[in-house]
């Protein structure tokens, strides 16, 4: 059974990543003595489907026990996936604030990342899920190694800003950070936002996500990736650029796009984004395993996958991206 819950720091860290022990038993002291209280307004999803369920990836389990060990977060935690019920069974069974949503399999990768599109609306679809306002929804190859709490204040912050009267006019929305990684659209001279994790607002952000969603399924235009059916939408085409708008999340505090010179470093953040199958590849796996140990706080058995799960990139454009961020270091 997946244990989610605090526990003894692990032992025979790497030098680097020991330097976060003490800030690290600090922030774990302090949420037992004072537990963040689970607020129902709000929800953190996930989306499991396809490859990543293979019986032999344990992407699902990593991010959770990261999301609650690391990330001291112990509210409403929802997966959507194509998988039978008995695959989440240790999760469900060890941990009451884990719900699923079931959704019909996909064949198409692009299509499976269609699903963030459609979270409002498989929400709508459960009462139980009804006092849910805000949502953040994270892909399930992130690992969280830093507290949560200050970042779901910050998103909390800019939700009840743009809920001032002075924004009603204003189009639908979503809060993302700025891509870090390979971003083709980048040449174009514009900001081209991280489709990994999302902060949406249970009303306001509709119209942005069913514009995305038609996108989506334009597979003749937009065959392969979503950030290309996005930089559409907030730049290109004049008419959804007056219906959806992005406000930009600071990545700085919260979000990495790990290399191996990070990981060796032990350089954390909120968000650590691995993805899996290809950024993966190029760091070495001892040095991940220890990683994910000592800093995201996830038991040995889930640390590393047996084998890769597919994932839709670019590969040239991100090879590319890649190694001139390397060589610039």
Not at 119 to 145: K, N, P, Q
């Amino acid at each position: 059974m997946l244990n989610t819950t605090l526990f003894e720091q692990p032992k025979k860290c790497p030098k680097e990543m020991k330097r976060k022990r003490e800030a690290i038993a600090d922030q774990l002291s302090r949420a037992v003595e004072y537990p963040i209280r689970a607020d129902a307004s709000f929800a953190i999803t996930l989306s499991a489907l396809g490859d990543a369920m293979a019986p032999n990836v344990h992407v699902v389990e990593r991010c959770i026990q990261s999301i609650r060990r690391r990330g001291l977060y112990f509210g409403k935690i929802i997966i959507v996936t194509d998988a039978k019920r008995s695959r989440f069974k240790s999760l469900t069974d060890a941990d009451a604030g884990i719900d699923l949503i079931k959704v019909e399999s996909r064949p198409n990768g692009m299509l499976s990342k269609r699903s963030k599109t459609e979270l409002l609306d498989l929400l709508d679809g459960r009462t139980d899920f009804d006092e849910i306002e805000v949502l953040l929804y994270m892909d399930v190859d992130i690992v969280i190694a830093e507290p949560l709490d200050l970042f779901i204040s910050y998103v909390r912050s800019m939700v009840n800003m743009m809920d001032q009267p002075s924004h009603n006019a204003e189009p639908s929305y979503m809060l993302m950070f700025e891509e870090q990684g390979a971003a083709p659209e980048r040449k174009f001279g514009n900001i081209v936002y991280h489709g990994g994790v999302l902060g949406l607002h249970r009303e306001k952000s509709r119209t942005c996500l069913l514009e995305w969603q038609h996108l989506f399924d334009d597979r003749e235009r937009f065959p392969d990736r979503d950030q290309k059916a996005l930089y559409y939408m907030l730049y290109i085409n004049e008419t959804l650029k007056e219906r959806c708008q992005v406000t930009r999340l600071d990545h700085r505090p919260y979000l990495l796009m790990p290399t191996q010179r990070d990981f060796d470093a032990g350089e954390t953040a909120t968000f650590v984004h691995i993805t899996n199958g290809f950024r993966a590849k190029k760091i070495d796996d001892a040095v991940q395993a220890d990683y994910y140990r000592c800093l995201a706080l996830v038991d040995e058995e889930y640390i590393m996958s047996t084998s890769r799960f597919k994932v839709v990139v670019d590969d040239e454009e991100d090879e590319k991206d890649e190694k001139e961020k390397d060589e610039g270091k």
